[in-house]
């Protein structure tokens, strides 16, 4: 007679299983895979990584990329000052916050890391540290550095403090014949 022995604590029977999809494999052995992990930190990253991946493109489409002329021109879009390298490192900023955001459960550390990054640079901007040479790099303004110590802001408590949630487990079972007695 063929028993059931499972990879996971075969106490735990309570697990909803409505989204689940079962596969069986030709050695009898069973699959069953739910939902992955997510968090709500994944979504409020993706929607800030595509902000700044469509701010910096539509930068560097007004500013225009030459390898020799990154600083130049300076060109305001959407009310935020640009250069063609703060357009860039836009776009390379938001895309490695997508990155971080579409890992299930999300990359938090990295989340985390990209916020921190971009609040340190809005205080620089604001606070005017420095001034003259983030101006003719990046054409920086004050209203440059409030975006990005908000949205900075926002990545770190939503990586620190949103939960990660787990919907259902991975269950395998496999099928053992007993010789008969």
């Given amino acids: 007679m063929p028993s059931s022995r499972y990879d996971d604590d075969p106490a735990d029977e309570t697990v909803d299983r409505r989204d689940e999809r079962v596969y069986e494999d030709e050695s009898g052995t069973r699959t069953s895979v739910a939902a992955v992990p997510w968090s709500p930190a994944q979504i409020i990253g993706l929607i800030i990584g595509i902000g700044y991946v469509v701010l ?34 836009e776009i390379g900023f938001g895309a490695l916050l997508i990155l971080a955001s579409v890992v299930p459960g999300g990359v938090r550390s990295l989340m985390a890391f990209l916020g921190v990054v971009a609040l340190v640079f809005g205080l620089v901007v604001v606070l005017d540290a420095w001034r003259s040479d983030l101006h003719s790099w990046l054409a920086v303004t004050h209203r440059n550095g409030w975006l990005d110590i908000i949205a900075g802001s926002v990545v770190i408590l939503a990586a620190m403090l949103s939960p990660v949630v787990f919907p259902e487990r991975r269950r395998r079972v496999r099928r053992v014949e007993r010789a008969a007695a």
């Fill in 56 to 89: 910096g493109i539509a930068a560097v489409a007004k500013t225009g990329f030459h390898t020799s002329h990154i600083y130049t021109p300076e060109r305001v879009v959407w009310h935020f000052a640009h250069t063609p390298l703060l357009g860039a490192i």
